[in-house]
């Protein structure tokens, strides 16, 4: 299992755009083989500040992902609405113990 956690900032003024786009993307995304969850967060200290988390099955998963019609849709809205180029980070769960 693997996640995503991608930090976008964007223009205050294209919040409503960025949300709509982001709403259908999300949407798609969730049909996706492989896709556990995928969701969209805001910073409670900067209201700039977009974060989506995204749970998949494996990396492979992604490969696709990335070329789905959703995500080029989105993507053409939300390169006008960033203020800096996104954060992405692909993570997977720690090998922990917890007594």
């Known amino acids: 299992m693997i996640y995503v956690v991608a930090t976008l900032t964007i223009k205050p003024e294209t919040r409503a755009e960025f949300i709509a786009a982001a709403t259908a993307c999300i949407a798609g995304t969730r049909q996706e083989p492989g896709n556990i ?3 969209l967060h805001e910073s409670v200290t900067d209201a700039t500040k977009m974060v989506f988390v995204e749970q998949w099955e494996n990396a492979e998963a992604l490969v ?3 070329g789905m019609e ?3 849709t989105f993507g053409r809205v939300a390169v006008k609405c960033m203020a800096a180029p996104p954060k992405i980070e692909i993570i997977t769960p720690a090998d922990v113990t917890v007594r």
Do not use: F, I, S, W
Request: net charge positive; hydrophobic share 20%; glycine share 0%.
């Open 37 to 39: 969850a995928y969701d």
């Open 70 to 72: 959703h995500m080029k």
């Open 64 to 66: 696709p992902h990335r």
